[in-house]
Every structure is written in structure tokens, then in C-alpha cells.
């Protein structure tokens, strides 16, 4: 079984560790079972210069590997507990040639899409639900949605006035300034029938352009990638005791009525807008465009080794993810997670710029 470090006893001069299982033990547990099939073409054009690649797949996963809570003071248990399915396409098209004798160009590109939907869990109305240290749950496993899909109220502006909160039968403790949430079930009052869903962390698509050309010994290749159609939930400024500046955007907070209708009140004892109630004002694009390498190299030529005695030389310069385009305000649009559990951007360390010159040499 798989043991955690839960506590630590100290013996004479010697800290001792504790143990204890990780699951409830499970007699019926089983492997996943994975269903699948693709069909693909594969074609050349124009003496081969030209080349397309398509696949469509469709793959289920039943006997899904979950977590499941564990009754008050106890462990959780893992337990086999639905289906999963996954499909799409994936394209690829890429044209090489040659102008003349000196110079050669490459360019290719793909694109990959994926529809995510768990058909069954457990048993009906079943869902698991996940957040982060200190948070609600905002990510929701249920049969029908996306895995791990972003679960809370829809924003429709800022309450101006006490009358338009007694109007709403709002039940949420909300005052003046505070984001206004929108009546989803349209009973004519805001509870937490109202939670729907409010984002997607798995993206529509994702794609990839490269392109290298040479003149004589010289080479350049550039490799570009981007995500579109998914959305992160943003966690890193919720708190008060932060060390982040405030989002610039709160300039344009509410500060009385009319003042705004998109921003609430800055005030920190105002919980329904810190985080504590999961809703849409806190989901961001997580659609971005990355250069991900660019490499400038020179390969000596015959002559010039025989001179050095080497039987190969490159030179090169590289740029590893040099510059990114997106729309989210954390520092990085690439948020990891769990299986469950991902697109939550609590403000991960930043994928850093490196730039770097090298020799390959052969003696």
C-alpha cells in the first residue's frame, strides 16, 4: 500500500516518522480499461515537397481511477468509479524545397483538437470536487461536463444600491459594491441552485507552426506553439496579506453608485468578492501564442576543417521560449494541476527566457 509521512515522534536523539496509509484499502479495485481507434491519411504531393497527415480518434476510459472521500476522520479510498470519453482530430501539413542551389526552406504546421466529456460516475447526480489550499471547490468531475470543468455563479455587473439587492431576494449577504450574480434557475432569488458552469480548463484546440531556412552553411529554424478555448481560474490575489500588487484593473473599482459595473468595492472583510464564493469574475482566457525556440547555426565546410583538423564543426546561437502572447494576468499561461483538478492559477513560477550559445565539434 502507499504510505504517507503524517507525523513524527521524537525518540531519545532521533526523530522517528509516521506512517499511514494513503487509501482505504479496496478488495474491488481494478485496472482502467482503455477503448480506442483512429483513422488516419497520409499523402505526398508535388514530387513529395508537399505532405498531409490527418487522424481523427475516439478513445473511452472506464473503470476510472478516482478518489473517493473518506467518512469524517478518516482516509479517503480510491474506487473505480465511471467513464470518460476523449475525441478529436489531429492535422498536420508541411511543404519543403529549394531555391536554386544555395538556399532551402521548410515550413509545417499542426493542429490538434480534443472534446472531453465523463459519461458516467458512480451513479447519477455523483460528483467529485476539488480546489485549492484555502478555497472552495471550484473544479467539478461530473457525468455530462468536461473533467475537472470550472463550477460557480455567472457575474451580470455590481449591486449599486441596497433596492436592487432587496428586488434580487438576494441571500448570499451581499451588499452595495458587491458583484451581482446572476438567477441561473430563474426562481427569483440568488442560492447556490444558482451555481452553474463557468469555464473550461481543457482547451478547443492546440496548435504548432515551424519553420527553418538555410543559405549555404548557415541555418535558421524558428518552433512557435499555442492553445486556444480554454479557461483558468484565477487564485494568486484573493488574499489580502498578499505580496502582490493589486490588478490594475481595480482602479476602476466601485466606489459608490454608479461608479462602476464590472469592478466591486475594495474592501477586505467583503468575502463574496475575495474568493470565498467561486464565480466568473475570477476566470481568465488561457488561449496563448508562444515562441517556443529560435536557433541561428553555421556548419564549417570541408576546407575550413581540414585546416582545424575536425572532422565537424557547428556553430549556434538559441532563444528558448523568447516571447509569449497571452491573456491571462498571471505570470504564465501554462497551469498544471491534477487529473481533476488543473487550470488553477495560484501564480506558478514563470517559464523562464533562456538564451544560449554552443559548439558541436567533432575531433
Do not use: C
Amino acid at each position: 500500500p502507499v504510505l504517507l509521512n503524517t507525523s513524527n515522534a521524537v525518540f531519545a536523539d532521533n526523530i522517528i516518522p509516521g506512517y499511514e496509509i494513503a487509501y482505504l484499502p479496496n478488495p474491488n479495485l481494478r485496472w482502467e480499461k482503455i477503448e480506442a481507434w483512429e483513422a488516419g491519411l497520409e499523402a505526398y504531393f508535388l514530387k513529395n515537397r508537399l505532405n498531409f497527415e490527418g487522424v481523427y480518434y475516439k478513445k473511452k476510459t472506464k473503470d476510472l481511477l478516482a478518489e473517493i472521500p473518506g467518512i469524517a476522520g478518516t482516509r479517503p479510498g480510491l474506487g473505480n468509479l465511471g467513464s470518460m470519453e476523449n475525441k478529436g482530430v489531429e492535422l498536420t501539413l508541411s511543404w519543403n524545397d529549394k531555391i536554386g542551389s544555395e538556399w532551402r526552406y521548410g515550413v509545417s504546421g499542426n493542429l490538434t483538437t480534443i472534446k472531453n466529456k465523463v459519461l458516467y460516475l458512480y451513479q447519477e447526480g455523483y460528483n467529485i470536487t476539488t480546489g485549492t489550499s484555502g478555497l472552495p471547490e471550484m473544479s467539478y468531475t461530473q457525468a455530462g461536463y468536461p473533467i475537472g470543468y470550472f463550477y460557480g455563479y455567472k457575474v451580470e455587473g455590481i449591486y449599486q444600491n441596497q433596492a436592487e439587492i432587496d428586488a434580487a431576494k438576494n441571500t448570499l449577504g451581499a451588499k452595495p459594491g458587491d458583484l451581482k450574480f446572476k438567477d441561473v434557475n430563474g426562481d427569483g432569488q440568488i442560492t447556490t441552485a444558482d451555481r452553474t458552469m463557468i469555464g473550461n480548463p481543457t482547451p478547443d484546440f492546440t496548435y504548432g507552426l515551424s519553420v527553418n531556412v538555410g543559405y549555404k552553411n548557415f541555418d535558421l529554424s524558428v518552433d512557435m506553439m499555442g492553445v486556444y478555448g480554454n479557461e483558468i481560474y484565477r487564485t494568486w490575489n484573493l488574499y489580502a496579506w498578499s505580496q502582490f500588487n493589486y490588478l490594475e484593473a481595480r482602479m476602476d473599482r466601485w466606489h459608490g453608485e454608479g461608479t462602476s459595473n464590472t469592478e466591486p468595492i475594495m474592501a477586505n472583510n467583503r468575502n463574496i468578492n475575495r474568493g470565498s464564493t467561486p464565480s466568473d469574475y475570477f476566470i481568465e482566457d488561457g488561449s496563448f501564442f508562444r515562441i517556443r525556440n529560435i536557433q541561428l547555426g553555421y556548419t564549417f565546410g570541408a576546407d575550413m576543417l581540414k585546416k582545424l583538423r575536425m572532422r565537424s564543426l557547428r556553430v549556434y546561437i538559441n532563444a528558448q521560449n523568447p516571447k509569449t502572447w497571452k491573456n491571462n494576468t498571471g505570470y504564465s499561461p501554462e497551469i498544471g494541476g491534477s487529473a481533476i483538478a488543473f487550470g488553477i492559477d495560484a501564480n506558478p513560477y514563470p517559464i523562464p527566457a533562456v538564451y544560449t550559445f554552443g559548439l558541436n565539434l567533432t575531433f
